[in-house]
């Protein structure tokens, strides 16, 4: 007899307790882990699953698996932003215009929001607060999101006005 895992309530409504199968797995329920939130109370109190492991309650599997996603989404998204942000490092070198700064410190705004991340998934620096409101590791990650939002592009903006400028200039 296979003890059943999934989150979701067992009993027969009235708070008893009923042995049958899941309909999706065919795996046999043996009654409630009361431990862990079933969906029906979940969706009582506004909650959902998810949302539970996101915040790292519930399920130790589920949070933990929740960390490791986000660990890879930030991984991943980190080589592109350290592209961008070599690229602008190699722009400024090249250009000392404002153009060139605002797009520097735009892509830098951008891996640091990618580095909050990693260092949320890795639990590291726990006293910043990770993923909390109000704490200083939420508003480091707003802070370089929102420089990473309006000033990379607004730098890249300007300098192809200034380029676009430059060649009109040129040809007459």
């Known amino acids: 007899m296979l003890a059943h895992d999934h989150a979701h309530d067992c009993s027969g409504g009235k708070g008893q307790r009923v042995d049958r199968r899941h309909p999706r797995c065919g795996a046999e329920q043996v009654g409630h882990d009361s431990r862990w939130p079933s969906p029906g109370l979940a969706k009582s109190d506004g909650r959902s699953a998810n949302a539970a492991a996101e915040r790292g ?6 949070s933990q698996a929740a960390m490791h996603v986000t660990l890879l989404r930030a991984l991943v998204a980190l080589v592109p932003a350290v592209a961008l942000l070599a690229g602008s490092c190699f722009l400024f070198s090249r250009q000392k215009g404002l153009s060139a700064f605002l797009q520097l410190v735009g892509a830098a705004g951008i891996v640091v929001v990618l580095l909050t991340h990693v260092c949320e998934a890795l ?3 726990p ?3 990770w993923g909390q409101e ?3 590791g939420h508003y ?3 802070g370089g999101a929102i420089a990473g939002i309006t000033l990379f592009p607004s730098g890249y903006l ?3 006005l200034m380029r676009r400028g430059a060649r009109g200039a040129g040809t007459s």
Request: aromatic content about 4%.
């Open 134 to 136: 109000h704490s200083i």
């Open 57 to 62: 309650e519930g399920h130790p599997k589920l």
């Open 127 to 129: 006293a910043m607060g």
């Open 158 to 160: 300007l300098h192809a």
């Open 123 to 125: 639990q590291l620096f």
């Open 140 to 142: 480091l990650d707003l």
